[in-house]
């Protein structure tokens, strides 16, 4: 999309010139805002192809977790996944995978997916350089390999991508998914009314994003996974069902060596 675009403004710019040099500058003005604003709208696709919902046609939605696995939620999370018989895909990062396998391990063995996070979740300076995302992206695609694993999903920190993303991606023979739903929860700093934001939104076909992260305390985790809880239960009174996200984009999340 960028590219077409690009071409589009570069010839309105020519048309525009013809009559007025100073016209000249505004497709092409415009176009420089675009390319600065496109990482910042996860759902966009505009430098290459991003994955951010399902094509299903059907009731169906996918869970993901970010951020983790960390020892405070996880494996309570996975106990209530257990218990509802609930699918979902856990985007970790390289840092937490080496810190905590047997998480990692645990999150497979229950039947759930894992995809590449980053390596320590830099927010904004490694989008910029090629280098530092090749490194962030390799590294924790070699800890988890580590682990018999290998994601074939990345999810950017906050969904952001850029330019020089595509090119260090296939070679690491990645894709990205993203979302298209979440609650704005700052990777569980703000838990209050987690669920009733998402039950909001969800609609079919919905990637949902949450954190698997540590909520601060003993009191908010438990706060936490009673808005797990309560997503579960409003997603099913909505009729809508948690299948696998590879279910719902069609695509392998990852594969096992």
């Not at 998402?198 to 808005?227: C, N």
Request: proline share 7%; charged share 20%; aromatic share 8%.
């Amino acid at each position: 999309m960028a590219e077409r675009t690009g071409l589009l403004a570069f010839a309105a710019a020519i048309l525009l010139g013809a009559v007025d040099l100073r016209l000249a500058t505004v497709p092409l003005s415009l176009f420089l805002m675009l390319c600065a604003m496109a990482p910042f709208f996860p759902e966009a696709g505009f430098f290459f192809p991003v994955i951010s919902h399902g094509n299903t046609g059907k009731a169906a939605v996918a869970l993901t977790f970010d951020d983790g696995p960390d020892p405070a939620t996880t494996p309570l999370l996975l106990d209530l996944l257990a218990e509802q018989q609930v699918p979902a895909t856990f985007f970790v990062t390289g840092r937490r995978a080496t810190q905590y396998p047997r998480l990692i391990q645990q999150i497979v063995s229950r039947g759930h997916t894992v995809g590449n996070h980053s390596f320590h979740h830099n927010r904004y300076r490694m989008f910029w350089q090629s280098a530092l995302l090749h490194r962030e992206i390799a590294d924790t695609q070699a800890a988890l390999s580590r682990l018999g694993i290998v994601p074939l999903a990345f999810r950017p920190p906050v969904g952001i991508t850029s330019p020089s993303m595509d090119k260090v991606l296939t070679a690491n023979g990645l894709y990205v998914v993203n979302f298209s739903c979440r609650a704005f929860d700052r990777g569980n700093r703000r838990i209050r009314h987690l669920a009733e934001n998402i039950l909001a939104k969800v609609r079919p076909d919905d990637i949902v994003l949450m954190h698997d992260s540590d909520a601060g305390s003993p009191a908010r985790v438990r706060q936490w996974i009673r808005e797990i809880e309560r997503i579960l239960a409003g997603l099913s009174k909505k009729g809508l069902t948690a299948v696998p996200l590879a279910h719902l984009t069609g695509q392998p999340v990852m594969r096992r060596e």
